[in-house]
């Protein structure tokens, strides 16, 4: 069974750069797959923010391409995103998932984490 | 952006059976076989239940369906059991985007 854990900071500052980890247990990143983050804000429920794979091929949801960068390490079998010049509306439980790109899903989730931006 | 729409609240009794849509457009929902479904107990990592419409993964009770009619997606929970009470949301690939529902808040009376 794939695990995920999102990690990083559950607060950050209006302007300021989010910046979260996913750790994956149970499987190797480098085995295949897609990888991607997606977001739940109350205002604009579920979001998918980007995907990447594991040769870091990316691919981003284009409302949020100009701020956002995602990542893959393989050594530390983690991937990770990045939003810049955050605002109030980026306040969001943060997701990270495995995504079979044959199929079009995400098939293992992570439980999420809590990020606020506030001033 | 927009996200597909699916009801607020669906209920039903142990035993009974309940439906809950996701409406789309001819853009994702429509446009292609790649809907899939999801239950959420909050706190909790979302779970797969059925993806490219129809198909559910393994380990999923086949009390869940999935169908899709034109623009619009349905997932039905036959024999509603009282772990079957949770959020439910839908998604659809869109080309170069991928959309979610606005999700439903399954109870079982």
């Known amino acids: 069974q794939v695990q995920l854990q999102e990690s990083g900071p559950g607060l950050v500052k209006t302007s300021e750069t989010l910046s979260l980890t996913c750790t994956v247990s149970d499987y190797s990143i480098s085995s295949g797959y897609y990888w991607s983050w997606i977001r739940q804000s109350p205002g604009k429920g579920l979001e998918w923010i980007a995907t990447i794979n594991y040769r870091g091929t990316t691919y981003y949801n284009p409302s949020l391409k100009s701020r956002v960068a995602i990542s893959v390490d393989t050594a530390k079998n983690r991937f990770s995103v990045k939003l810049t010049s955050v605002t109030a509306g980026d306040t969001a439980i943060y997701y990270c998932?495995?995504?079979?790109?044959?199929?079009?899903?995400?098939?293992?989730w992570g439980q999420g984490t809590l990020v606020t931006v506030s001033s | 952006q927009s996200a597909l729409t699916q009801p607020p609240s669906a209920s039903g009794s142990p035993g009974q059976s309940v439906t809950i849509s996701c409406t789309g457009t001819?853009?994702?929902?429509?446009?292609?076989?790649?809907v899939s479904w999801y239950q959420h107990h909050p706190g909790k990592a979302p779970k797969l239940m059925i993806y490219?419409?129809?198909k559910r993964p393994s380990g999923v009770p086949d009390r869940f369906s999935g169908s899709k009619s034109g623009n619009t997606a349905s997932l039905t929970v036959s024999g509603l059991q009282a772990e079957d009470e949770a959020d439910y949301f839908c998604?659809?690939?869109?080309?170069?985007?991928?959309?979610f529902g606005t999700g439903t808040q399954v109870t079982v009376l």
């Open positions: 490219e419409v129809t």
């Open positions: 001819s853009n994702d929902v429509g446009g292609y076989n790649y």
């Open positions: 998604s659809s690939y869109a080309g170069s985007n991928y959309f």
């Open positions: 998932a495995r995504y079979l790109g044959n199929g079009f899903y995400f098939d293992f």
